[in-house]
């Protein structure tokens, strides 16, 4: 069965430096999301997108992050310079329908 | 904020069908009940969706009642493997739209 994958696994990096969280979406899927869930608390929409653009984001995707399909399979998201509070497990997510469907995730350390 | 409301937690016996609760009195007509879940810090798990009428795949039974204000979502023969937050949530069944995810229900499946 298809499945969404997420690269890598856990990622400790500094405060201040840059990250890029990668998935793989499933092949036939137009509509690819991430969305972050910090320790003990519910998950978190980020950012939608279809068609190389942002359908939506929301107010914690401020100008740090940002999200690009370098090509037809990978779907990224940046954080541009950490912060401690960046410290979450992000998933993303795609859709060909209605229903989304979630990558494992990325542990993400800022120290 | 989620829409819905459910109870904080649950046991249920191995075996046993669990049933799950949820509480969505102010839906509107255009918006469809989905069922998600969450193993263990596992990225969220689609189980079931409807509008109105009752649906069932491998996974679960959703029941919805007439008036749309309430449903419950059963897992005919729980298995450990089925403990997990479980996410009852309110949306238009649009391709792009957002999930947002409440606190759902800790289902524990007790041996």
């Known amino acids: 069965e298809p499945e969404v994958t997420q690269t890598p696994s856990h990622q400790v990096t500094q405060m201040g430096q840059e990250v890029i969280l990668r998935c793989v979406p499933i092949s036939n899927h137009l509509y690819f999301y991430w969305y972050r869930q910090i320790l003990g608390q519910k998950v978190e929409f980020l950012v939608s997108f279809y068609n190389n653009e942002i359908s939506e984001k929301s107010e914690i995707f401020d100008d740090q992050f940002s999200v690009e399909r370098p090509d037809g399979s990978n779907f990224t998201l940046k954080i541009r310079s950490t912060k401690l509070e960046d410290s979450a497990m992000y998933f993303c997510a795609s859709s060909e329908r209605w229903e989304q469907y979630f990558g494992p995730g990325t542990r993400l350390t800022v120290t | 904020d989620a829409k819905t409301t459910q109870p904080t937690s649950m046991d249920c016996a191995e075996g046993r069908a669990a049933n799950l609760p949820c509480n969505h009195s102010?839906?509107?007509?255009?918006?469809?009940v989905y069922w998600y879940r969450q193993i263990h810090s596992q990225g969220p798990q689609y189980i079931i969706h409807?509008?109105?009428n009752n649906e069932t795949n491998e996974m679960a039974s959703l029941i919805i009642t007439e008036d749309r204000k309430s449903s419950t979502l059963i897992l005919p023969h729980a298995t450990l493997r089925d403990t997990a937050v479980y996410y009852c949530i309110v949306r238009v069944s649009r391709r792009d739209d957002k999930i947002i995810f409440g606190k759902g229900t800790r289902l524990h499946i007790l041996p």
């Open positions: 102010t839906i509107s007509g255009n918006e469809y």
């Open positions: 409807g509008l109105k």
